[in-house]
């Protein structure tokens, strides 16, 4: 995968008019994109009296605004309500999604190809449909305002299953064969021998996994009722409706539920691209 | 992980007595015992009872009763229905052209880019990894009037009237669609790249020897071999665009789907007659229909994709 080398298919060894417009109007487009990203940021970092003031770099930049909305204590909570959802969703997923596609890709037995299909139909169920459900079952449970309740109808994909299917296909069978001759049992084969073998899907699957899970908005938003249990986006949402028209707060809110990934993004720009060309492409 | 338990509790007798092949079925149901469970109770079930919610009057004070198609009789006669028919049409109609166009644009010249690639390519990505719920915030600020929104201040310093954006019927559906469009671009101008450098060079070399103009060979070799990206990215955004909802929802928090309905998907009209009005069996028979809608659409350009 040459996921951070431009394609051969032109090489630019003379530089050309052409290409040196192209370039610019790229990048002329790409600030386009970021732009609301930076006002986003901008007005979080000015005090009520300069939020008419347009100048991307504030003139007097205060963090009063962050002090202000994390020493209130709710976005401290909504955060970290986010950070363990997003992560416990993850580590089920990365965990039961290979190691179904794993079983469905390497073991032969009656049913196989029924439990495939099984799985693999559930991708053409809107979640919108199954939230109903989901709630009458939440609520019969007890599970509304829960962890659990905003959890587990993520706790597995279908998706995740048939990505990591498809990567499990790839390993070869001898890989395997020589492990069983050495006497493993077939959890250990699965877990020391095949799971290393496709550490680019996994991380392609636990960064979609978590990054859907952490702006998500439409499951969380039904199945919570109190503040204490909202995540991000639904803590956000409700903290600007109330706030009105104060957007230097409502700015700084939206900046600390954007900012996280976003840095995660800087640090990690390789893997993650190349985890959603593999996910993009297999997928 | 039963079958690691039966070895541990005959470790010498049953076990080591049936064949390597009957081990694997063991071990296959053994790691699948669990998912299945998980697919059956929160999947499958789920599916039949919201069809079966679909024919009830459920409403959460009172316990379901069997009405019927009464439910899609209520729906098909309602304005509303259609109004919002026609609104998630737009998002699909204006959303999945638009943003194909403007990613494929941007993939193909960011493809021959080497100068500061990767920067450039991580500008346009950058908008995928944000929080829709969030981010609708920042533009609805944006479309606000001046002195406060950042689109009428630039429109106003250029001599042209103020826009209405959000407060117009006819203008609030595309401001509603613009983060949407947006927010997505990045991934398309990724999946659009990794179509493009699968291309094998040699079939470029080999048009160039032939004296291909470069729009020749876009028309005839790049965007050909394209096809099952392009198929790919068509099915995936349309579904994400007739399912729109944290965007519409945020952007306008005092009237959702305002003004008078003019941006509201039937994503929200679930959450609404749901959660708002508690009509639970008029809002499965809702989401049946979503579902419907989502299999017709995805088919039939599966169906035209392939055929060409």
Redesign the interface.
Known sequence: M?A?A?????P?SRIKPG?IV??T???I???I??T??L??LS?SLKDASQ??D?RVIPEAPTLDNYIEILSDGRFTRWFVNSTIIAIIVTLSNVF?DS??G??LAK????G?YI?FI??LS?L???T??????????ASQFGWVDSYWGIM??G??T?FG?FLMKQFFEGVPDDFLEAARIDGL???TI?WKIAMPLVTPALSALAIFTF?GN??A??WP??VTTSAELYT???G??SF??EQS?Q?EK??T??SI??LP??VV?LFL?RYI?RG??LA??KG | ?S??AQ?EAAPGGLWSRISL?Q???I???G??A???L??VI??????F??FY?SVTDWTLTKPASFVGFENYQRLFNDPLFWQVFRNTFMYLILGTPISLLISFV?AY??????????F????????F???????A???R??YQPV??G?IN?VLASFGIPQQPFLRSTSQALPAVLA?AV?AG???QV??F???????P?TY?EAARIDGLSEGAILRRITLPLLKP?LV?LVVFSS?GFL?I??QV??IN?NDPGGPLNSTKPL?LM??QT??SSYE?GY??AQ??V??MI??VI?LVQLRLMRDR
């Open positions: 040459r951070d431009p394609s051969q298919a032109l630019m290409r192209a370039w109007l790229l990048f487009g790409g600030v994109m970021v609301p990203l006002f986003m007005t939020v008419y347009l039961f190691l179904v794993y079983t073991f032969r037995f009656r196989r439990v099984a799985i559930t053409m169920i809107p919108e449909m199954l939230v109903l459900p989901w709630y009458l079952m587990f109808p706790m597995m279908a299953t049992n077939e959890f699965w990054l952490w702006t908005f439409f938003l039904i991000l986006p639904v956000l949402s600007a409706v028209i957007w409502i700015m809110g939206a539920a954007t990934t976003l993004f720009q691209v959603v060309m993009g492409l | 992980m079958a690691t070895q092949g081990k694997q079925v071990w296959a149901w790691f699948l669990a998912p299945l998980f697919y929160i999947r499958f079930w789920p599916t009872q919201a919610l941007v010249y960011l493809d021959r880019v080497r100068f500061m690639h990767s450039i390519r991580a500008l346009y990505f950058l908008p990894l944000t929080t829709a719920a969030a981010m915030w920042v533009w600020w944006f002195p406060i950042v201040d983060p947006w671009l990045g991934f990724i999946i790249l990794a179509g493009l450098r699968a291309i060079v470029y990206t790919f579904i399912r909802f944290d929802y945020n928090t994503v679930i959450y749901a959660f639970m809002a499965a989401t049946v979503l579902f989502l299999l995805s």
